[in-house]
Structure formats: C-alpha cells, structure tokens
C-alpha cells in the first residue's frame, strides 16, 4: 500500500506572497480533502475534492484554492498569504469521500509566514 | 454546526490503570464519530470509529447519543499508548454528503512506567 504523500515538508514565505502545496493520494482514491492544522489546535476542514471538482468547503476565504488532477495529485494554493496562514497543511484521502469513509493523512506541509 | 469538544488537554495514568479519554459532540443531524490518534514523529492515523464496533489496541468507544458523547477508553494502559489523540466528527448537516471532519483540539495522553 503506498501511503500519502505531500511536499515539501517546510515552507517559509512573507506576507503577500503565494505558495503551492502538493499532495500525492493513494491510488485508487478519488476524494482528498485538506486540513489546516494551527498549533495546539485540532486539524480544521479547508475543502475536499472529488473527481476533480470542490466537493464541499469550510470557513476558508477564496485565496485558498485547490486543484485535483487524473493522477491522484492535488495542490493547495494559498494566494496573499497572511501571518496567519502559518500553519500545518495536512491532505487526507479516501475511497468516495463519504461520512464514514476513512481518511488517510499525509504528514503535512509546515508553512511559516514572515 | 458541528462542534467536537475534548475537555482535557492533558491527561497522565501509570502503566496498568484504565484511561478515558473524553470526547463531547456537538451536532444536529446522525453523526459519523472516530478517533485518531498521532504517536511521536508519526502521521495522524485511524484508531477506530463507532461504525465499526471494533476494538482496535485495547481501545472501545461508544456512541451515546443521549448525552452526545464518544468516550474513548482502554481498561489496562501501555507505554506505548502515549500519543495524542483526536476526536472527529463526520457529518451530513446542510444535506452535503462528503466526509468533513470536525476535530477537536485532541488529549496528549502520557503513560508513565
């Protein structure tokens, strides 16, 4: 079973500025979903994709956005990052997505805004 | 909405004593409950889900949804058993069928020899 995946490990960017995290999924599974994680806090709901389309999203702002793609791949994008936005970004996929599906975490991206 | 409420952030038991870890929910609709759990310099893994009904590592839970709670518990605690731990919610509210999970702000359990 080859397990998630996501790059790169550590992040450092300034305010104003834009990243792209990645995520690889594992295969065979169409829905990944992503977490903001700050510290001390449990994992936050940003969205979750499915097939290649939002399938459903928290209380995030538009300049989070994310794209899907064919080959179990995703990113997160965050645009005019924010200190706040310092964070643990985990992805998580399953089979469908649905409410008793199981998700299987990556080990996260850890951003720091300066 | 949903809410998921770990009232101990930290929670200490000697090797051999029962633990519960509390977990309270907060949710209009039926919920899908798990627990997952983070051992040291790993990733965020499932330990079980009341779906299930299984005991996974000595751990139970169960779903009272009278008082809207899913204790997680283990009768004899183990070393190994330190990590932190998370309660989640997954749930339909807004007639959205996808898996959000609402998570709470997790119980660091410490088992001392």
């Known amino acids: 079973e080859t397990g998630v995946t996501q790059s790169p490990t550590h992040l450092i960017k300034t305010r104003g500025q834009q990243v792209t995290l990645r995520c690889s999924s594992q295969?065979?599974?169409?829905?990944v979903s992503w977490y903001q994680q700050a510290l001390g806090q449990g994992p936050q709901f940003i969205f979750q994709?499915?097939?290649?389309?939002?399938?459903g999203r928290g209380n995030f702002p538009p300049r989070f956005s994310g794209l899907q793609f064919p080959n179990y791949s995703s990113e997160l994008n965050v645009n005019a990052l924010e200190l706040d936005d310092s964070a643990l970004y985990l992805c998580?996929?399953?089979?469908?997505?649905?409410?008793?599906?199981?998700?299987?975490f990556g080990p996260g991206t850890r951003l720091t805004v300066l | 909405a949903q809410r998921v409420t770990q009232p101990e952030k930290l929670l200490s038991v000697f090797k051999g004593a029962p633990v519960e870890l509390k977990c309270n929910y907060s949710?209009?609709?039926?919920?899908?409950l798990f627990w997952y759990v983070q051992y040291s310099r790993q990733r965020l893994q499932l330990l079980l889900r009341?779906?299930s009904r299984e005991s996974i590592k000595g751990f139970t839970a169960d779903l009272n949804k009278g008082e809207t709670s899913f204790h997680l518990k283990k009768p004899f605690a183990q070393e190994e058993d330190s990590a932190m731990y998370y309660c989640?919610?997954?749930?339909?509210?807004?007639?959205?069928?996808?898996?959000?999970?609402?998570f709470g702000q997790g119980t660091i359990l410490t088992v001392h020899p």
């Open positions: 998580a996929s399953s089979l469908a997505g649905g409410l008793a599906d199981t998700q299987y």
């Open positions: 989640a919610l997954s749930g339909n509210a807004g007639g959205t069928s996808y898996g959000k999970l609402t």
């Open positions: 949710y209009s609709g039926s919920p899908e």
């Open positions: 295969s065979g599974h169409n829905t």
């Open positions: 009341h779906i």
């Open positions: 994709y499915y097939r290649e389309e939002e399938n």
